[in-house]
T-cell receptor, first 111, second 116 residues
Framework: KQEVTQIPAALSVPEGENLVLNCSFT??????LQWFRQDPGKGLTSLLL?????REQTSGRLNASLDKSSGRSTLYIAASQPGDSATYLC??????????FGTGTSLTVIP | GAVVSQHPSWVICKSGTSVKIECRSL??????MFWYRQFPKQSLMLMAT?????????EQGVEKDKFLINHASLTLSTLTVTSAHPEDSSFYIC????????????FGPGTRLTVT
């Protein structure tokens, strides 16, 4: 069974700092990897989807990379803002199209 | 776009009653929908996979008689929590995939269930 781990569990940074969130998975036979953000008490907002054939995806200040062979993905957030404060989740689907979610990283950006 | 809605957004019910939560894909057809639950400060845990016109597949440890799932059409799946107990209080989130790949899931806004 796929296991997805995220490090760190919590992160607090001053506004303007660049930061990296890490996601690792045990089974490298993935179709894609998706990064989400979740605000307290809310649903999930999809940030980036990386196909298994891709190495990275960018959207605005966000850049996600994928290294299937090592079972790792990183989410890079440039010039962090207080509005970026949320929990960030990575998820990978298995062959049955079921998602396995990571444990999440709770990010706080201090103004 | 790919919008998924859930109704209600929050519900409070008494112990022993049943609650139905709806999940709808508003602008696409979804052959597969998923139901997750999330406890405070924890990640999402998959409860079941719902395919249109067939029985849902439940994850290990999820009681199928307690969490009834119906996927009657390509745009609607329902989760009914039967004989709810306080320990069923949680955040329930559904997601849906489009009939065509690439297996990207679109999530609903979630339903907060509180059982008193």
């Amino acid at each position: 069974k796929q296991e997805v781990t995220q490090i760190p569990a919590a992160l607090s940074v001053p506004e303007g700092e660049n930061l990296v969130l890490n996601c690792s998975f045990t089974d490298s036979a993935i179709y894609n990897l998706q990064w989400f953000r979740q605000d307290p008490g809310k649903g999930l907002t999809s940030l980036l989807l990386i196909q298994s054939s891709q190495r990275e995806q960018t959207s605005g200040r966000l850049n996600a990379s994928l290294d299937k062979s090592s079972g790792r993905s990183t989410l890079y957030i440039a010039a962090s803002q207080p509005g970026d404060s949320a929990t960030y989740l990575c998820a990978v689907p298995n062959t049955g199209n079921q998602f396995y979610f990571g444990t999440g990283t709770s990010l706080t950006v201090i103004p | 776009g790919a919008v998924v809605s859930q109704h209600p957004s929050w519900v409070i019910c008494k112990s022993g009653t049943s609650v139905k939560i709806e999940c709808r894909s508003l602008d696409f057809q979804a052959t597969t929908m998923f139901w997750y639950r999330q406890f405070p400060k924890q990640s999402l845990m998959l409860m079941a996979t719902s395919n249109e016109g067939s029985k849902a597949t439940y994850e290990q440890g999820v009681e199928k008689d307690k969490f009834l799932i119906n996927h009657a059409s390509l745009t609607l799946s329902t989760l009914t929590v039967t004989s709810a107990h306080p320990e069923d209080s949680s955040f329930y989130i559904c997601s849906a995939t489009k009939t065509s790949g690439p297996y990207e899931q679109y999530f609903g806004p979630g339903t907060r269930l509180t059982v008193t």
